[in-house]
């Protein structure tokens, strides 16, 4: 069964360091997401992409964050300098179409800011 | 702004005993979807209902999406302790934006 993956599984970073998460998508899928889940909380919307362009995003991803699409398989997820408020499990997902059908998540990458 | 509120939070049950979770959209959805995410897992595609008063099911699983398509529900018979875990609703806003909005989730524990 296609399956979305991520890496790495887990990263611990200083505060101020940059991380980039990886993420490959389901191959024939056209839109690309990351969210996030602070322990024990809900899933946040971080952003959407499509056509190799952000389609959108939310208050969470400001400009310390950065997506990129830089070939034709990764999907990936910079956040500059990183906060301790950043630490979270980061789940990628993609599906095949904008506003229906099942979102494929990935099985997370957390990220410990120390 | 657009929200979907999903209760209750929290649920503890008896393994053996039903479970129903709801979720309220304050606009109208084009369609609703519902995850289930283990301890430690990632989210994971249970169902998709899109047309008004829609039914559906899934062996101990039932789906419900209401009339005006602004509410649904989940309701799990005879719980067991695999079904532990969050369960997350997902509404796809039906205005022009067709934003996934995620409710804050259900955590489901069964006593055995």
């Known amino acids: 069964e296609p399956e979305v993956t991520q890496t790495p599984s887990h990263q611990v970073t200083q505060m101020g360091q940059e991380v980039i998460l990886r993420c490959v998508p389901i191959?024939?899928?056209?839109?690309f997401y990351w969210y996030r889940q602070i322990l024990g909380q809900k899933v946040e919307f971080l952003v959407s992409?499509?056509?190799?362009?952000?389609?959108?995003k939310s208050e969470i991803f400001d400009d310390q964050f950065s997506v990129e699409r830089p070939d034709g398989s990764n999907f990936t997820l910079k956040i500059r300098s990183t906060k301790l408020e950043d630490s979270a499990m980061y789940f990628c997902?993609?599906?095949?179409?904008?506003?229906?059908?099942?979102?494929?998540f990935g099985e997370g990458s957390r990220l410990t800011v120390l | 702004g657009q929200q979907v509120m999903q209760i209750p939070q929290y649920q503890h049950v008896q393994e053996g005993e039903d479970f129903t979770t709801y979720c309220n959209s304050s606009?109208?959805?084009?369609?609703i979807q519902w995850y289930k995410q283990r301890p430690g897992g990632h989210p994971v595609f249970l169902i998709q209902?899109?047309?008004s008063g829609e039914v559906k099911k899934q062996k101990r699983l039932t789906f419900q999406f209401g009339e005006a398509k602004k509410n649904s529900s989940l309701h799990i018979t005879a719980t067991q302790t695999t079904d532990v875990g969050t369960y997350f609703c997902?509404?796809?806003?039906?205005?022009?934006?067709?934003?996934?909005?995620w409710g804050l989730g259900t955590s489901l524990a069964v006593n055995p």
């Open positions: 997902a509404g796809v806003d039906a205005g022009n934006n067709r934003k996934l909005i």
């Open positions: 606009t109208t959805l084009s369609n």
């Open positions: 209902l899109v047309k």
């Open positions: 191959s024939n899928h056209l839109y």
């Open positions: 992409f499509y056509n190799n362009e952000i389609s959108e």
């Open positions: 997902a993609s599906r095949w179409q904008w506003d229906t059908g099942e979102l494929f």
